[in-house]
């Protein structure tokens, strides 16, 4: 069974980079899927990051498009989320997840990491 | 972007009633729309995909319905552990969008 696993700093000054890595358990990034990364402001709705697949191509959020990047590396069997220029907008729950049964909806979910944008 | 609004924003009811809650797109997203349900404190969880489709081990007390714009997600007959906030997702156009949410609560 595929496990996700969030890390990175819990606060992030602003203007600076956020960079989360998601670790994958029980199962090859490199076999298939779409993997994603989902944020939750405090106390408010699911917003989508943007996608990567297993061979590199990435889709991204219009709205956040020119801040992101997505990124995979095989080798570790992890998959990588950065957001520059950030502000106390981007304080949120950031998840990390896995398509499943059709491309695009998310059947395997990390647990979530907090990260706050404050000086 | 697709824009999905979900309405109500909290039903009150007790154990044992029906829910329905809506889902309206502001464009067709066709057949390609699911349901989450997400509790405090945990990440939101795959309920119904593709309009009607159980996620494996949902409860055939989920149901969902509808085409094009409009969507429904019902629970026949609520258990305790059904009282949390339900959010419908396209896949239809990227990006990909979320619903505001529904807060289902015990009356």
């Known amino acids: 069974q595929v496990q996700l696993q969030e890390s990175g700093p819990g606060l992030v000054k602003p203007s600076e980079t956020l960079s989360l890595t998601c670790t994958v358990s029980g199962y090859s990034i490199s076999s298939g899927y779409y993997w994603g990364w989902i944020r939750q402001p405090p106390g408010k709705g699911l917003e989508w990051i943007g996608s990567?697949?297993?061979?590199?191509?990435?889709y991204y959020n219009p709205s956040l498009k020119s801040r992101v990047t997505i990124s995979v590396d095989t080798s570790k069997n992890q998959f990588s989320l950065k957001l520059s220029s950030v502000t106390a907008a981007d304080t949120a729950v950031y998840y990390c997840?896995?398509?499943?049964?059709?491309?695009?909806?998310?059947?395997?979910w990390g647990q979530g990491t907090l990260v706050t944008v404050s000086s | 972007e697709i824009v999905l609004t979900q309405s109500p924003a909290t039903l009150s009811l007790s154990p044992g009633e029906r829910a329905t809650l809506s889902c309206r797109a502001s464009?067709?997203?066709?057949?390609?729309l699911a349901w989450y349900q997400q509790k405090p404190g945990q990440a939101p969880r795959l309920l119904i995909y593709?309009?009607?489709n159980r996620a494996t081990g949902i409860p055939a007390r989920f149901s969902g319905s509808g085409s094009g714009t409009d969507f429904t997600l019902t629970i026949s007959s609520l258990e305790p552990e059904d009282f949390a906030v339900y959010y419908c997702?396209?896949?239809?156009?990227?990006?990909?969008?979320f619903g505001q949410g529904t807060k289902l609560e015990i009356k």
């Open positions: 464009q067709s997203v066709s057949s390609y």
């Open positions: 997840a896995r398509d499943g049964v059709s491309s695009g909806y998310y059947t395997s």
């Open positions: 990567i697949y297993h061979s590199g191509s990435t």
């Open positions: 997702q396209q896949r239809s156009n990227w990006p990909y969008t």
């Open positions: 593709d309009v009607s």
